[in-house]
């Protein structure tokens, strides 16, 4: 066959591949909006959830869920950080090194139940956290940093060597060359990277039904402080998650609305995880337009 | 070198070297290997290398000219293993002892590729400055004025030092390079193919840059461009697979070598 007709075959095929991604995509996610738009309303976002009548809400499950993303990413964040500064400006190519980045790789395809489940041992049972956000969140860290570190790190080594070279001419010491010139260099791809992993925190579920629990005892909002029980600061107290909520009603809801409560739910967490992608992006132009244009 | 105390020869009684008097010799290597693991890339560097002047290193790819180059400032550090001495003001800089940071000020370098930080151009000069615990406002200004004036950027860039400084031209981003390193007010400039990345113009502005910068800075340049070597350097080194084999004036080296080697590769019969 002739190279052009060839070219064309594949070229072809290539867009048909790529038009059924985006077709399931799509099919997917018109469903659930489809689904669970319509049972969308102030009082589905707000009200706290009722486990036997209709007309329950996803209020607490809602802010549980961002309580425990933020809890984690003040966790696993700096943890990240320092760990793919290490990995990517440092680390010597040894067997250590070698060692730790098996252990990043063997870490990130570990199912996310294994690490609820080791996280329910460990921190519920064993230091007696019980179910809590705050054990949730240590059970999601461990989900999160293998990932967000080979995301710092991957924005760090997009970085070009010049720069550090740059740095070192100037007779700045490594870790001066990293903070200020690296790092700053790096931000808008390492920002990118924050929230997209966000976005999968969000949505996990498996991690923390053994973990920061499946009850969503009422919360007090006009009570800010954390020592107290019904204080939605509280980072001891067991907290629901949206994307747990979803998992239970489906698997054990006795609420009659519990189809119309799970599509509304799902929806949310689907628009949600959304705007986490389309904020990474935005957030990424921004910060790059800001160190590179005219300011 | 003859009013400097070889403090090399002591032991060091402080991490950090105290540097001697300028001399006429702005830096000289004695017995200079460089060995890329056990390859050994660069075999003999015995230069002396004036001070004002402008010095070529020439030479085709590979002939360890820009290997010898980065060991003047202990750039190959963390790549190779460089052995031998490079004296400067009565010091051996290749020593472990040496404060590689403050030697850097010292002895500044361009390189290739523009590399200007994702700063402003203000910030690109200050920032090196700031870190060092400058911080006087009105002394940083003048500063980032001298300096891109040597560096023949000042006009074209004052009214908008605030600008990235990677929205500038490439030429204009190398210029920077150069601006900030004069900033640290070093002896020596080393500059590894500056031009090579450029156009024409940039190029000749680079080369009148170089020339107007003779005169405060003691600059060594590895050039592949035979016509620049012979248009802006007092003195040609030539290197031919890892050795020097001819070092002289650049006018003798550019008419009357002594080597054929050298011969036939500034007349582009190789390399």
Redesign the interface.
């Known amino acids: 066959m002739q190279a052009k007709t060839v070219n064309k075959i594949a070229t072809g095929v290539l867009y048909i591949i790529a038009g059924l991604v985006i077709l399931i995509l799509a099919a997917l996610l018109g469903y659930i909006l489809v689904n669970g738009v319509p049972h969308l309303s102030w009082h589905f976002l707000t009200a706290p959830s009722r486990a036997f009548q209709a007309g329950g809400g996803i209020g607490i499950q809602l802010f549980n869920s961002f309580y425990l993303l933020i809890l984690t990413m003040l966790i696993s964040f700096p943890i990240a950080l320092g760990a793919g500064i290490y990995l990517n400006e440092y680390a010597k190519k040894n067997w250590f090194t070698t060692m730790i980045r098996t252990a990043i790789e063997i870490l990130s395809s570990l199912p996310s139940v294994v690490v609820g489940l080791f996280g329910f041992l460990l921190i519920v049972v064993k230091l007696n956290f019980g179910f809590s956000i705050l054990s949730g969140a240590i059970a999601l860290t461990l989900f999160n940093l293998p990932l967000l570190t080979r995301s710092v790190e991957g924005s760090l080594n997009s970085i070009?060597n010049?720069?550090r070279?740059?740095g070192?001419?100037?007779?700045?010491?490594k870790w001066?060359t990293v903070l200020?010139?690296i790092l700053?260099?790096a931000l808008p791809s390492i920002v990118t990277g924050v929230v997209l992993s966000a976005g999968r925190v969000f949505g996990e579920a498996a991690a923390l039904i053994y973990t920061a629990g499946q009850s969503a005892p009422a919360l007090d909002f006009g009570d800010w402080n954390p020592f107290n029980m019904a204080s939605p600061l509280n980072p001891l107290r067991p907290a629901e998650t949206l994307a747990v909520h979803i998992w239970k009603i489906n698997s054990e809801g006795i609420m009659p609305d519990a189809a119309a409560v799970s599509a509304g739910a799902s929806a949310v967490l689907v628009i949600a995880v959304l705007l986490f992608n389309i904020l990474a992006r935005w957030l990424g132009k921004v910060i790059f337009k800001r160190?590179?244009?005219?300011? | 070198m003859a009013q400097n105390t070889p403090l090399n020869t002591e032991k060091p009684t402080r991490n950090i070297y105290q540097f001697g008097e300028a001399s006429e010799i702005a830096l000289a290597t004695k017995n200079l290997h460089v060995f890329y693991g056990n390859n050994e890339a660069l075999s003999e560097g015995d230069l002396q290398f004036e001070r004002y002047k402008i010095t070529s290193l020439i030479g085709a790819s590979g002939s360890g000219k820009s290997t010898f180059l980065r060991s003047l400032n202990r750039m190959n550090d963390n790549v190779a293993t460089v052995k031998g001495e490079i004296m400067y003001r009565g010091l051996d800089i290749n020593s472990r002892a040496v404060d590689v940071y403050e030697m850097r000020r010292h002895i500044g370098m361009v390189f290739q590729r523009p590399n200007p930080f994702a700063k402003s151009i203000r910030d690109n000069i200050t920032f090196a400055l700031k870190q060092r615990g400058m911080k006087d406002k009105e002394q940083l200004d003048a500063i980032v004025e001298s300096s891109l004036r040597q560096a023949a950027l000042w006009d074209q860039v004052k009214d908008d030092l605030g600008k990235s400084a990677l929205a500038l031209s490439g030429g204009q981003q190398q210029r920077l390079v150069i601006a900030r390193a004069i900033a640290m007010k070093p002896d020596i400039l080393l500059l590894d193919e500056p031009a090579s990345a450029l156009d024409p113009i940039s190029t000749s502005q680079i080369e009148d840059t170089l020339l107007e910068l003779k005169e405060k800075y003691t600059i060594i340049i590895v050039t592949h461009n035979m016509q620049q070597a012979a248009r802006i350097s007092d003195y040609t080194a030539f290197f031919h697979m890892g050795k020097v084999l001819e070092y002289d004036e650049t006018r003798k080296i550019f008419t009357r070598p002594k080597v054929a080697i050298t011969n036939d590769y500034i007349s582009g019969n190789f390399g």
Do not use: I, K, Y
């Open positions: 070009s010049l720069q070279e740059a070192s001419a100037l007779g700045l010491s001066e200020h010139v700053p260099a160190l590179t244009a005219a300011r």
